[in-house]
């Protein structure tokens, strides 16, 4: 009998389904994989074939997106399986948020686990443990009912996880679950010297208890009872957050997740679920540094009102800009909201492009700034390009993330200094501060500085390198203590 310790530990990878899960999550499962792995990972059919059916209208037709990263690395042993969330493949999630997440919450976990069992089937006894995002609510429990280890994935920053995690003091104190919920300093969370009310994530600035907030109740019962815990983040950005929770579950800082080598690639994986405009021939003839890239990333929308005024402020600025204007911004009946009157002033200036890809754009030399919604994917590769913030949080974490940005690292400015009331001239006195090198001189420092840091991680030696040589090697140590446990038995 052959001890399956000697075999590569197979883990079954669970992306959540929205474009700023999938892409760390496609990461993590190329740099297991790379790590001698065997990874079986789970999509949607509706990430997949948003993906896909980009793909098909340019000519690719691959039905695994990790087709093409086998073939350029032969020995990437990654398993590609896609379920359904729930839904019909074409509905509109995030225009129907409660709808979809009520599928997440209560639909999809049926059909990973029908899939789960027939993997476990087929593979036994290899497979060791389910790598599932964090904002799931059902992998603890499915990995125990499959004897798996459960590793919860954490996509954001440690400040996020570790006020979701003690939600239960924001909640006694009176910071969270209230109608007239307290609006002063914040300064008992463990490893948080002190945050405002307002910059916790949207959904704990609310009163309402919608699906979401049942989700994030639920998911964190279960991360809490994780065997260990896996986050994009960095060690040295984020210490004091990380060596508190350290305390209370095995937590491990292992990003940035994205392929630094070469930035501009994907490691031959297609993530994107929109087709992706070519700029940079416009780029190229442009002055280092004179452009702002504008993106409100992939998800949540803009109120058309707000979007209106940001146009406007850019009119006035007169900086160039390229600025991605996802189709479904506002929202899907109205594909193009900015007036006419807005690209006819500033065609000399400015292109306007539904989709692209953000990395390559943002590091081609001619960009200079960087206008975000504050995803912490687009703050990630922002710093990776050495991009000073304008900052524009629209949901959930970004709040928070604007916070690290501009107060904690000093890396951005804010757009509008008050929430929710945007006026052009601020916008265009914003944009002039940023794009110009000599006023916006420390956010530039500051973040060359912040690279670094990440830059020393990633090396053979840095923290984020020690931490996933760490998980990798605990995770053995585990798994093996697992089995001779069993062969006791």
């Given at each position: 009998?052959?001890?399956?310790?000697?075999?590569?530990?197979?883990?079954?990878?669970?992306?959540?389904?929205?474009?700023?899960?999938?892409?760390?999550?496609?990461?993590?499962?190329?740099?297991?994989?790379?790590?001698?792995?065997?990874?079986?990972?789970?999509?949607?059919?509706?990430?997949?074939?948003?993906?896909?059916?980009?793909?098909?209208?340019?000519?690719?037709?691959?039905?695994?997106?990790?087709?093409?990263?086998?073939?350029?690395?032969?020995?990437?042993?990654?398993?590609?399986?896609?379920?359904?969330?729930?839904?019909?493949?074409?509905?509109?999630?995030?225009?129907?948020?409660?709808?979809?997440?009520?599928?997440?919450?209560?639909?999809?976990?049926?059909?990973?686990?029908?899939?789960?069992?027939?993997?476990?089937?087929?593979?036994?006894?290899?497979?060791?443990?389910?790598?599932?995002?964090?904002?799931?609510?059902?992998?603890?429990?499915?990995?125990?009912?499959?004897?798996?280890?459960?590793?919860?994935?954490?996509?954001?920053?440690?400040?996020?996880?570790?006020?979701?995690?003690?939600?239960?003091?924001?909640?006694?104190?009176?910071?969270?679950?209230?109608?007239?919920?307290?609006?002063?300093?914040?300064?008992?969370?463990?490893?948080?010297?002190?945050?405002?009310?307002?910059?916790?994530?949207?959904?704990?600035?609310?009163?309402?208890?919608?699906?979401?907030?049942?989700?994030?109740?639920?998911?964190?019962?279960?991360?809490?009872?994780?065997?260990?815990?896996?986050?994009?983040?960095?060690?040295?950005?984020?210490?004091?957050?990380?060596?508190?929770?350290?305390?209370?579950?095995?937590?491990?800082?292992?990003?940035?997740?994205?392929?630094?080598?070469?930035?501009?690639?994907?490691?031959?994986?297609?993530?994107?679920?929109?087709?992706?405009?070519?700029?940079?021939?416009?780029?190229?003839?442009?002055?280092?540094?004179?452009?702002?890239?504008?993106?409100?990333?992939?998800?949540?929308?803009v109120r058309k009102i707000d979007l209106l005024k940001i146009a406007n402020g850019l009119a006035l600025s007169n900086v160039k800009f390229v600025w991605v204007?996802?189709?479904?911004?506002?929202?899907?009946?109205?594909?193009?909201?900015?007036?006419?009157?807005?690209?006819?002033?500033?065609?000399?200036?400015?292109?306007?492009?539904?989709?692209?890809?953000?990395?390559?754009?943002?590091?081609?030399?001619?960009?200079?700034?960087?206008?975000?919604?504050?995803?912490?994917?687009?703050?990630?590769?922002?710093?990776?390009?050495?991009?000073?913030?304008?900052?524009?949080?629209?949901?959930?974490?970004?709040?928070?993330?604007?916070?690290?940005?501009?107060?904690?690292?000093?890396?951005?400015?804010?757009?509008?200094?008050?929430?929710?009331?945007?006026?052009?001239?601020?916008?265009?006195?914003?944009?002039?501060?940023?794009?110009?090198?000599?006023?916006?001189?420390e956010l530039r420092n500051a973040v060359k500085e912040i690279k670094n840091i990440l830059d020393k991680a990633i090396q053979n030696g840095g923290s984020s390198?020690?931490?996933?040589?760490?998980?990798?090697?605990?995770?053995?140590?585990?798994?093996?203590?697992?089995?001779?446990?069993?062969?006791?038995?």
């Open positions: 009998m052959v001890d399956h310790l000697q075999k590569k530990p197979h883990s079954i990878l669970v992306s959540y389904p929205l474009q700023g899960h999938v892409i760390p999550s496609v990461q993590l499962a190329i740099k297991l994989a790379s790590s001698g792995f065997t990874i079986t990972f789970i999509n949607t059919q509706s990430i997949h074939h948003q993906i896909t059916s980009k793909n098909q209208q340019s000519g690719h037709q691959e039905e695994d997106i990790f087709a093409e990263a086998r073939r350029a690395s032969p020995g990437l042993d990654i398993r590609y399986i896609t379920v359904s969330d729930g839904l019909p493949v074409d509905f509109d999630r995030s225009l129907n948020h409660d709808q979809f997440m009520a599928s997440l919450l209560h639909v999809f976990s049926a059909h990973v686990e029908e899939v789960l069992l027939k993997i476990i089937l087929e593979n036994k006894p290899n497979v060791s443990c389910l790598i599932a995002d964090t904002f799931f609510v059902w992998p603890g429990h499915l990995a125990k009912k499959y004897g798996l280890l459960y590793i919860s994935f954490w996509t954001e920053p440690a400040l996020v996880f570790t006020l979701y995690y003690h939600m239960d003091l924001l909640r006694s104190n009176g910071h969270f679950g209230f109608i007239d919920a307290r609006e002063d300093s914040i300064d008992y969370i463990p490893g948080v010297p002190r945050i405002e009310a307002k910059d916790l994530m949207s959904y704990l600035q609310t009163p309402d208890v919608s699906v979401t907030h049942q989700i994030i109740f639920k998911a964190f019962r279960d991360a809490k009872n994780a065997d260990m815990v896996l986050c994009n983040t960095v060690e040295e950005l984020e210490p004091q957050v990380i060596s508190s929770i350290q305390k209370r579950v095995p937590f491990y800082a292992i990003g940035p997740l994205f392929p630094t080598s070469d930035f501009t690639s994907n490691n031959n994986v297609a993530m994107s679920l929109w087709a992706e405009s070519d700029c940079s021939r416009w780029l190229d003839y442009q002055e280092r540094g004179s452009v702002l890239y504008v993106s409100f990333g992939s998800y949540a929308h204007m996802r189709p479904d911004i506002v929202d899907s009946d109205d594909a193009d909201p900015l007036p006419d009157e807005f690209k006819k002033g500033t065609q000399d200036r400015g292109i306007i492009i539904p989709w692209c890809n953000q990395k390559q754009v943002i590091s081609h030399p001619a960009i200079g700034g960087f206008l975000t919604h504050c995803g912490w994917n687009s703050i990630l590769e922002s710093i990776w390009c050495e991009l000073p913030m304008l900052c524009f949080p629209l949901l959930t974490d970004q709040f928070t993330n604007r916070k690290l940005v501009v107060d904690d690292w000093k890396i951005g400015v804010d757009l509008c200094v008050v929430k929710n009331l945007v006026t052009p001239n601020e916008v265009a006195k914003n944009v002039k501060y940023l794009m110009t090198e000599e006023s916006s001189r390198w020690c931490n996933t040589t760490k998980y990798i090697k605990d995770l053995r140590l585990i798994l093996e203590n697992k089995n001779k446990r069993n062969l006791n038995v």
